[in-house]
């Protein structure tokens, strides 16, 4: 389908993330309108089903469109887009090989430049959670975070690590 025009993302991209949203209805708008939606909108659906739904929604069987989605415009995300699909596939443990190999392409060159510390935090947490071992990935973010140490806090460090759970 032919993405909708930017009006109707922005209309989207509110009821995605309105206070009353919940896990169903973004689920639900994604089902009827996801082949419309631009990446920004694919990818703030990931993250809001990963953080309110997480391992409750596993078994959704809405979720394989929405990782196929993820995979099919995973070109077009920046690096904050990349770093909240991984981190709500993972919490929704959609994340699959197939899924992670598409987005490690994307991740090595774009993560590691991101100016957001949080960015790879989550995207290190994601894969570690998920069981996805990529060393190239992980070589790559220890090379730039070891150029980065000054700027990251323990929160960071924690979350990156998975040894608290980012919620």
């Not at 639900?28 to 703030?44: D, M, Q």
């Not at 089903?49 to 391992?55: I, K, L």
């Not at 959704?60 to 929405?66: A, F, G, K, W």
């Amino acid at each position: 389908g032919r993405e909708a025009p930017l009006y109707q993302q922005i209309a989207w991209g509110k009821q995605i993330t309105a206070r009353n949203a919940t896990t169903d209805s973004i689920l639900a708008l994604f089902i009827r309108e996801g082949h419309r939606f631009s990446a920004r909108n694919v990818a703030t659906i990931a993250h809001r089903v990963g953080r309110f739904g997480g391992h409750r929604v596993r078994r959704d069987q809405r979720l394989q469109p929405l990782a196929e989605a993820c995979g099919r415009q995973i070109r077009e995300f920046n690096a904050m887009e990349l770093a909240n699909v991984a981190w709500g596939l993972a919490k929704t443990n959609s994340l699959t090989s197939g899924s992670s190999k598409l987005a490690l392409r994307r991740l090595r060159g774009e993560l590691v430049t991101s100016t957001r510390r949080s960015n790879m935090a989550n995207t290190v947490w994601a894969f570690a959670t998920a069981g996805v071992a990529s060393q190239a990935l992980f070589e790559a973010i220890a090379g730039t975070a070891m150029t980065r140490v000054g700027d990251f806090n323990p929160a960071h460090g924690q979350h990156g690590l998975g040894l608290r759970d980012g919620g």
